[in-house]
């Protein structure tokens, strides 16, 4: 997080004309939402918070994946479909990469955070997304005092990937809306 700061304070002086924006999916939104609490801390908030595909900070995980035995944590991480299935079949890839994943696993279900921001904030999940449903979307108002706006797309945990041309269109719709706002 101090790289994050340092590079805002670099970007600040340099172009102090620039809104700061942040967007983070899945674990990344936790960090992102996190780095967005500690600049408003300091007095420097960005224009923009955008998470995705997580529930909301406030709120637990539904289940805990870290501490499963070896084959259910494979099975879920194959169901998430976010780690290749090459990865996956390889049992020494596996041995390799199962600690570091389930330290982010780990990470990611530990944080919790009742912060209520002075930031505009903007979800998005997939309809299929089993960890996501509409009310833990909708849930994430409770974060913001700011313009606050939800949205579903279609597709699993990674729906960025499946139709990226849908999300990056609304993406841009509402980073003009809430820009807009904001100034």
């Not at 999916?25 to 960090?31: F, Q, T």
């Not at 900070?57 to 259910?72: F, G, N, Q, T, Y």
């Not at 997939?126 to 005092?145: I, K, M, S, Y």
Request: glycine residues 4%; contains cysteine.
């Amino acid at each position: 997080l101090e790289d994050i700061y340092l590079i805002n304070e670099t970007l600040h002086k340099k172009y102090p004309e620039l809104p700061l924006i942040l967007f983070g999916h899945s674990m990344g939104a936790k960090i992102a939402f996190e780095v967005a609490r500690r600049l408003v801390l300091q007095g420097r908030p960005p224009a923009l918070l955008l998470v995705s595909g997580s529930r909301p900070v406030h709120m637990p995980p539904r289940k805990l994946l870290s501490d499963l035995p070896d084959e259910a944590f494979d099975a879920e991480l194959r169901q998430l479909a976010g780690t290749p299935e090459e990865i996956l079949r390889e049992p020494d890839l596996m041995r390799m990469f199962r600690p570091l994943l389930r330290a982010d696993f780990a990470m990611d279900e530990s944080y919790v955070c009742d912060a209520c921001l002075d930031v505009p904030l903007c979800v998005f999940s997939g309809d299929a997304d089993e960890e996501v449903c509409r009310q833990d979307l909708e849930a994430w108002r409770e974060q913001t005092r700011g313009a606050f706006a939800a949205h579903i797309l279609p597709g699993d945990h990674f729906f960025l990937k499946k139709d990226e041309d849908t999300f990056l269109m609304l993406l841009r719709e509402e980073l003009g809306r809430m820009l807009e706002q904001t100034r």
